[in-house]
DNA sequence: AATAGAAATGGTATTCATTTTCATATATGG
DNA sequence: CCATATATGAAAATGAATACCATTTCTATT
Protein backbone atom coordinates (compact mmCIF):
# COMPACT_ATOMS: atom_id res chain seq x y z
CA UNK A 1 0.00 0.00 0.00
CA UNK A 2 1.27 3.64 -1.10
CA UNK A 3 -1.32 5.42 1.24
CA UNK A 4 1.45 7.08 3.04
CA UNK A 5 2.73 8.63 -0.31
CA UNK A 6 0.05 9.89 -1.92
CA UNK A 7 -0.29 11.75 1.74
CA UNK A 8 2.96 13.14 0.98
CA UNK A 9 1.93 14.38 -2.26
CA UNK A 10 -1.37 16.02 -0.93
CA UNK A 11 1.18 17.98 1.32
CA UNK A 12 3.26 18.72 -1.49
CA UNK A 13 0.54 20.27 -3.27
CA UNK A 14 0.57 24.39 -2.34
CA UNK A 15 -2.68 25.49 -1.31
CA UNK A 16 -4.22 22.09 -1.02
CA UNK A 17 -7.16 21.00 1.15
CA UNK A 18 -6.97 17.62 2.05
CA UNK A 19 -9.61 16.30 0.02
CA UNK A 20 -11.12 12.75 -0.67
CA UNK A 21 -10.93 13.41 -4.47
CA UNK A 22 -7.42 14.80 -4.60
CA UNK A 23 -6.59 12.00 -2.44
CA UNK A 24 -7.72 9.21 -4.70
CA UNK A 25 -5.74 11.17 -7.60
CA UNK A 26 -2.41 10.75 -5.98
CA UNK A 27 -3.31 7.48 -4.82
CA UNK A 28 -3.65 5.72 -8.13
CA UNK A 29 -1.06 7.57 -9.86
CA UNK A 30 1.69 6.51 -7.28
CA UNK A 31 0.17 2.81 -7.86
CA UNK A 32 0.93 3.89 -11.44
CA UNK A 33 4.59 2.66 -12.52
CA UNK A 34 3.68 3.76 -15.66
CA UNK A 35 2.19 7.39 -17.75
CA UNK A 36 -1.32 7.64 -17.53
CA UNK A 37 -3.72 9.84 -18.85
CA UNK A 38 -6.20 12.34 -17.43
CA UNK A 39 -9.18 10.06 -18.81
CA UNK A 40 -7.49 6.96 -17.58
CA UNK A 41 -6.84 8.50 -14.01
CA UNK A 42 -10.28 9.02 -14.22
CA UNK A 43 -11.71 5.79 -15.31
CA UNK A 44 -9.54 4.50 -12.79
CA UNK A 45 -10.17 6.43 -9.54
CA UNK A 46 -14.16 5.38 -10.74
CA UNK A 47 -13.48 2.02 -10.62
CA UNK A 48 -11.78 1.81 -7.09
CA UNK A 49 -15.42 3.29 -6.67
CA UNK A 50 -13.89 6.81 -5.29
CA UNK A 51 -15.28 8.52 -8.51
CA UNK A 52 -13.39 11.71 -8.82
CA UNK A 53 -15.13 13.97 -11.98
CA UNK A 54 -13.32 14.49 -14.84
CA UNK A 55 -12.74 18.05 -14.04
CA UNK A 56 -10.42 17.78 -10.61
CA UNK A 57 -8.57 14.86 -12.00
CA UNK A 58 -7.61 17.56 -14.93
CA UNK A 59 -7.07 20.24 -12.32
CA UNK A 60 -5.33 17.76 -9.93
CA UNK A 61 -3.04 17.05 -12.55
CA UNK A 62 -2.33 20.45 -13.94
CA UNK A 63 -1.27 21.64 -10.54
CA UNK A 64 1.10 18.53 -10.18
CA UNK A 65 2.20 19.76 -13.10
CA UNK A 66 3.26 23.28 -12.28
CA UNK A 67 4.58 22.39 -8.92
CA UNK A 68 6.82 19.72 -11.35
CA UNK A 69 5.75 16.91 -9.34
CA UNK A 70 5.15 14.63 -12.34
CA UNK A 71 6.53 14.30 -15.69
CA UNK A 72 4.38 14.68 -19.15
CA UNK A 73 4.88 13.03 -22.77
CA UNK A 74 2.20 13.20 -25.34
CA UNK A 75 0.88 10.28 -27.30
CA UNK A 76 0.51 9.72 -31.12
CA UNK A 77 -2.97 11.20 -30.40
CA UNK A 78 -1.57 14.19 -29.15
CA UNK A 79 -2.97 13.34 -25.44
CA UNK A 80 -1.34 14.15 -22.79
CA UNK A 81 0.05 11.23 -19.98
CA UNK A 82 1.63 11.74 -16.67
CA UNK A 83 3.52 9.96 -14.00
CA UNK A 84 4.82 10.54 -11.45
CA UNK A 85 8.75 12.27 -10.47
CA UNK A 86 10.51 9.79 -8.74
CA UNK A 87 12.33 12.31 -6.73
CA UNK A 88 12.92 15.80 -7.58
CA UNK A 89 14.58 16.05 -10.77
CA UNK A 90 13.14 15.87 -14.44
CA UNK A 91 13.10 12.75 -16.46
CA UNK A 92 13.36 11.41 -19.98
CA UNK A 93 11.73 8.34 -20.73
CA UNK A 94 11.84 5.98 -23.51
CA UNK A 95 8.59 4.51 -24.00
CA UNK A 96 7.56 1.31 -26.11
CA UNK A 97 5.30 1.69 -28.65
CA UNK A 98 3.78 -1.46 -28.27
CA UNK A 99 3.02 -1.53 -24.75
CA UNK A 100 3.15 1.68 -23.60
CA UNK A 101 6.04 0.81 -21.10
CA UNK A 102 8.20 3.32 -20.15
CA UNK A 103 11.40 3.51 -18.41
CA UNK A 104 13.63 6.67 -17.73
CA UNK A 105 16.51 6.73 -19.36
CA UNK A 106 19.91 8.79 -18.44
CA UNK A 107 19.68 11.85 -19.89
CA UNK A 108 22.68 13.95 -18.25
CA UNK A 109 24.44 14.50 -21.95
CA UNK A 110 21.05 16.15 -23.21
CA UNK A 111 20.75 18.58 -20.11
CA UNK A 112 24.04 19.59 -20.80
CA UNK A 113 23.60 19.62 -24.39
CA UNK A 114 20.41 22.10 -23.79
CA UNK A 115 22.62 24.46 -21.78
CA UNK A 116 25.10 24.89 -24.13
CA UNK A 117 22.47 25.33 -27.08
CA UNK A 118 20.56 27.92 -24.81
CA UNK A 119 24.02 30.11 -24.10
CA UNK A 120 25.57 30.21 -27.05
CA UNK A 121 22.32 30.98 -29.23
CA UNK A 122 21.39 33.96 -26.35
CA UNK A 123 18.62 32.43 -25.13
CA UNK A 124 16.75 32.99 -21.85
CA UNK A 125 14.88 30.36 -19.52
CA UNK A 126 15.69 27.70 -22.00
CA UNK A 127 13.06 25.06 -21.52
CA UNK A 128 13.36 21.28 -23.31
CA UNK A 129 11.17 18.09 -24.23
CA UNK A 130 12.88 15.12 -25.09
CA UNK A 131 10.44 11.86 -25.60
CA UNK A 132 11.94 8.63 -26.60
CA UNK A 133 9.73 5.71 -28.19
CA UNK A 134 10.77 2.26 -29.68
CA UNK A 135 9.65 -1.48 -29.71
CA UNK A 136 11.08 -2.84 -26.38
CA UNK A 137 12.73 -6.34 -26.59
CA UNK A 138 10.35 -8.22 -25.16
CA UNK A 139 7.51 -6.39 -27.59
CA UNK A 140 9.81 -7.71 -30.45
CA UNK A 141 10.07 -11.07 -29.62
CA UNK A 142 6.53 -11.64 -28.93
CA UNK A 143 5.45 -10.26 -31.99
CA UNK A 144 4.23 -12.69 -34.73
CA UNK A 145 7.43 -12.46 -37.50
CA UNK A 146 5.16 -10.45 -39.97
CA UNK A 147 6.30 -12.40 -43.16
CA UNK A 148 7.80 -15.85 -41.66
CA UNK A 149 4.51 -17.23 -40.39
CA UNK A 150 1.86 -16.96 -43.25
CA UNK A 151 -1.30 -15.79 -43.52
CA UNK A 152 -3.97 -18.29 -44.81
CA UNK B 1 9.84 33.87 -55.78
CA UNK B 2 10.15 30.09 -54.56
CA UNK B 3 7.92 28.83 -57.15
CA UNK B 4 10.50 26.60 -58.22
CA UNK B 5 11.29 25.65 -54.84
CA UNK B 6 7.67 24.66 -53.96
CA UNK B 7 7.50 22.92 -57.39
CA UNK B 8 10.05 20.85 -56.23
CA UNK B 9 8.57 19.41 -53.16
CA UNK B 10 5.48 18.82 -55.04
CA UNK B 11 7.43 16.40 -57.03
CA UNK B 12 8.42 15.02 -53.77
CA UNK B 13 5.01 14.16 -52.69
CA UNK B 14 4.97 9.76 -54.39
CA UNK B 15 1.49 9.72 -55.31
CA UNK B 16 1.22 13.36 -55.81
CA UNK B 17 -0.36 14.52 -58.56
CA UNK B 18 0.47 18.41 -59.35
CA UNK B 19 -3.02 20.00 -58.07
CA UNK B 20 -3.61 23.61 -57.74
CA UNK B 21 -4.12 23.17 -53.84
CA UNK B 22 -0.76 21.10 -52.92
CA UNK B 23 0.64 23.92 -55.03
CA UNK B 24 -1.13 26.29 -52.55
CA UNK B 25 -0.23 24.71 -49.13
CA UNK B 26 3.44 24.20 -50.61
CA UNK B 27 3.85 27.57 -52.06
CA UNK B 28 2.85 29.03 -48.38
CA UNK B 29 4.94 26.97 -46.99
CA UNK B 30 8.13 27.74 -48.59
CA UNK B 31 7.49 31.27 -47.69
CA UNK B 32 7.13 30.97 -44.30
CA UNK B 33 10.87 31.07 -42.87
CA UNK B 34 9.02 29.60 -39.63
CA UNK B 35 6.71 27.35 -37.80
CA UNK B 36 2.92 27.53 -39.18
CA UNK B 37 -0.08 25.62 -37.90
CA UNK B 38 -2.50 24.19 -40.28
CA UNK B 39 -5.08 26.53 -39.40
CA UNK B 40 -2.61 29.25 -40.32
CA UNK B 41 -1.81 27.83 -43.90
CA UNK B 42 -5.53 27.39 -44.31
CA UNK B 43 -5.98 30.91 -43.69
CA UNK B 44 -3.13 32.20 -45.87
CA UNK B 45 -4.19 30.18 -48.96
CA UNK B 46 -7.66 31.61 -48.43
CA UNK B 47 -5.81 35.54 -47.88
CA UNK B 48 -3.84 34.38 -51.21
CA UNK B 49 -7.30 33.67 -52.84
CA UNK B 50 -6.43 30.41 -53.97
CA UNK B 51 -8.64 29.03 -51.11
CA UNK B 52 -7.80 25.41 -50.28
CA UNK B 53 -9.53 23.29 -47.63
CA UNK B 54 -9.06 22.90 -44.33
CA UNK B 55 -9.32 18.83 -45.19
CA UNK B 56 -6.60 19.50 -47.86
CA UNK B 57 -4.48 21.58 -45.94
CA UNK B 58 -4.28 18.53 -43.24
CA UNK B 59 -4.15 16.18 -45.86
CA UNK B 60 -0.82 18.03 -47.52
CA UNK B 61 0.41 17.99 -44.20
CA UNK B 62 0.06 14.42 -43.14
CA UNK B 63 1.52 13.55 -46.31
CA UNK B 64 4.51 16.31 -46.27
CA UNK B 65 4.94 14.19 -43.08
CA UNK B 66 4.78 10.81 -43.11
CA UNK B 67 7.36 11.22 -45.83
CA UNK B 68 10.02 13.33 -44.10
CA UNK B 69 9.63 16.81 -45.73
CA UNK B 70 8.10 18.89 -42.32
CA UNK B 71 9.78 18.99 -39.04
CA UNK B 72 6.75 18.92 -36.97
CA UNK B 73 6.64 20.37 -32.94
CA UNK B 74 3.60 21.00 -30.49
CA UNK B 75 2.92 24.70 -29.36
CA UNK B 76 1.67 24.76 -25.79
CA UNK B 77 -1.90 23.98 -26.39
CA UNK B 78 -1.01 21.17 -28.07
CA UNK B 79 -1.29 22.28 -31.80
CA UNK B 80 0.55 21.01 -34.44
CA UNK B 81 3.45 23.03 -36.21
CA UNK B 82 4.91 22.71 -39.31
CA UNK B 83 8.21 24.09 -40.64
CA UNK B 84 10.04 22.38 -43.97
CA UNK B 85 12.60 20.65 -43.86
CA UNK B 86 15.73 22.20 -45.48
CA UNK B 87 17.61 19.15 -46.72
CA UNK B 88 16.87 15.87 -46.36
CA UNK B 89 17.16 15.28 -42.30
CA UNK B 90 14.98 16.27 -39.68
CA UNK B 91 16.12 18.75 -37.39
CA UNK B 92 15.86 20.41 -33.95
CA UNK B 93 14.62 24.06 -33.18
CA UNK B 94 14.81 26.87 -30.49
CA UNK B 95 11.50 28.72 -30.55
CA UNK B 96 11.58 31.64 -28.58
CA UNK B 97 8.13 31.64 -26.45
CA UNK B 98 7.96 35.23 -27.06
CA UNK B 99 8.01 36.21 -30.69
CA UNK B 100 7.94 32.43 -31.83
CA UNK B 101 10.61 32.70 -33.98
CA UNK B 102 13.04 29.59 -34.70
CA UNK B 103 16.25 28.40 -35.20
CA UNK B 104 17.58 25.30 -35.97
CA UNK B 105 20.64 24.13 -33.57
CA UNK B 106 23.15 21.27 -34.44
CA UNK B 107 21.93 18.26 -32.36
CA UNK B 108 24.62 15.26 -32.98
CA UNK B 109 25.34 14.87 -29.84
CA UNK B 110 21.42 14.18 -28.98
CA UNK B 111 20.89 11.96 -32.21
CA UNK B 112 24.39 9.98 -30.93
CA UNK B 113 22.70 9.45 -27.58
CA UNK B 114 19.38 8.53 -28.47
CA UNK B 115 21.22 6.13 -30.64
CA UNK B 116 23.37 4.96 -28.06
CA UNK B 117 20.12 4.89 -25.10
CA UNK B 118 18.14 2.60 -27.81
CA UNK B 119 21.11 0.15 -28.03
CA UNK B 120 21.41 -0.67 -24.44
CA UNK B 121 18.02 -0.91 -24.03
CA UNK B 122 17.40 -3.29 -26.30
CA UNK B 123 14.59 -1.16 -28.41
CA UNK B 124 14.03 -1.29 -32.21
CA UNK B 125 13.33 1.57 -34.07
CA UNK B 126 14.06 4.22 -31.77
CA UNK B 127 12.37 7.65 -32.62
CA UNK B 128 12.78 11.07 -30.92
CA UNK B 129 10.74 13.89 -30.12
CA UNK B 130 13.49 17.04 -29.38
CA UNK B 131 12.22 20.47 -28.59
CA UNK B 132 13.84 23.79 -27.08
CA UNK B 133 12.28 27.40 -25.91
CA UNK B 134 13.32 29.50 -24.56
CA UNK B 135 13.68 33.66 -24.62
CA UNK B 136 15.81 35.07 -27.57
CA UNK B 137 18.10 37.77 -26.76
CA UNK B 138 15.88 40.20 -29.21
CA UNK B 139 12.71 39.61 -27.12
CA UNK B 140 14.68 39.83 -23.58
CA UNK B 141 16.14 43.55 -24.18
CA UNK B 142 12.76 44.76 -25.60
CA UNK B 143 10.71 43.59 -22.28
CA UNK B 144 10.82 46.01 -19.74
CA UNK B 145 13.09 44.55 -16.89
CA UNK B 146 11.11 43.00 -14.46
CA UNK B 147 13.36 42.91 -11.73
CA UNK B 148 16.95 44.78 -12.51
CA UNK B 149 16.20 47.70 -10.88
CA UNK B 150 15.15 45.97 -7.55
CA UNK B 151 11.82 45.95 -5.63
CA UNK B 152 11.23 48.84 -3.82
C1' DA C 1 -9.28 15.47 -78.46
C1' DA C 2 -12.22 12.31 -76.11
C1' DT C 3 -12.77 9.14 -72.38
C1' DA C 4 -12.55 6.33 -68.40
C1' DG C 5 -11.09 5.63 -64.03
C1' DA C 6 -8.20 6.70 -60.32
C1' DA C 7 -7.04 10.26 -57.27
C1' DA C 8 -7.95 14.65 -55.02
C1' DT C 9 -10.97 18.04 -53.16
C1' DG C 10 -13.85 20.28 -49.64
C1' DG C 11 -18.26 21.24 -47.11
C1' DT C 12 -20.29 19.14 -43.37
C1' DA C 13 -20.67 16.30 -39.54
C1' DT C 14 -18.21 13.96 -35.98
C1' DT C 15 -14.93 12.85 -32.50
C1' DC C 16 -12.66 13.61 -28.43
C1' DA C 17 -9.45 15.68 -25.14
C1' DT C 18 -9.45 19.63 -22.49
C1' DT C 19 -11.40 23.94 -20.53
C1' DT C 20 -14.98 26.94 -18.73
C1' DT C 21 -18.93 27.93 -16.07
C1' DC C 22 -21.25 28.16 -12.01
C1' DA C 23 -24.16 26.29 -8.48
C1' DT C 24 -23.31 23.32 -4.69
C1' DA C 25 -20.60 20.96 -1.22
C1' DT C 26 -16.92 20.70 2.20
C1' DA C 27 -12.48 21.52 4.50
C1' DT C 28 -10.42 24.24 8.07
C1' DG C 29 -9.15 27.97 11.20
C1' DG C 30 -11.18 30.58 14.80
C1' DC D 1 -20.35 25.26 15.63
C1' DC D 2 -19.69 29.02 12.16
C1' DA D 3 -18.00 31.55 8.52
C1' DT D 4 -15.89 31.46 4.31
C1' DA D 5 -12.41 30.61 1.26
C1' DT D 6 -11.66 26.73 -1.43
C1' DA D 7 -12.80 22.60 -3.93
C1' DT D 8 -15.93 19.85 -6.57
C1' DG D 9 -18.42 18.26 -10.69
C1' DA D 10 -22.28 18.11 -14.12
C1' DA D 11 -23.11 20.18 -18.16
C1' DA D 12 -21.91 23.06 -21.85
C1' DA D 13 -18.32 25.08 -24.69
C1' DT D 14 -14.12 24.95 -27.29
C1' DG D 15 -11.27 23.67 -30.93
C1' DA D 16 -8.02 20.85 -33.40
C1' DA D 17 -8.10 16.95 -36.11
C1' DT D 18 -10.58 13.35 -38.63
C1' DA D 19 -14.28 10.83 -41.19
C1' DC D 20 -17.66 10.89 -44.67
C1' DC D 21 -18.87 11.17 -49.32
C1' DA D 22 -20.69 13.50 -53.29
C1' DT D 23 -18.34 16.15 -56.68
C1' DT D 24 -14.45 17.65 -59.32
C1' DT D 25 -10.14 17.15 -61.69
C1' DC D 26 -5.84 14.90 -63.16
C1' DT D 27 -3.64 11.74 -66.33
C1' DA D 28 -2.83 7.76 -69.03
C1' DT D 29 -4.71 5.61 -73.01
C1' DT D 30 -6.89 5.20 -77.12
Redesign the pocket.
Known amino acids: MSCGNADLLVRA ?1 P ?8 GAVLHVLVDCSDFV ?3 QLHALTTADGI ?6 V ?3 L ?1 ELEAYGRVDVV ?1 DD ?4 LYRLRPFGRHRHYLVCRSCGRSRAVDAEVVEAWVDEIGESAGFDAVEHTVELTGICATCRSATPPLAGGGEQ
Open positions: LAARRTRQRSAQGVGLTTYRTRRAGER
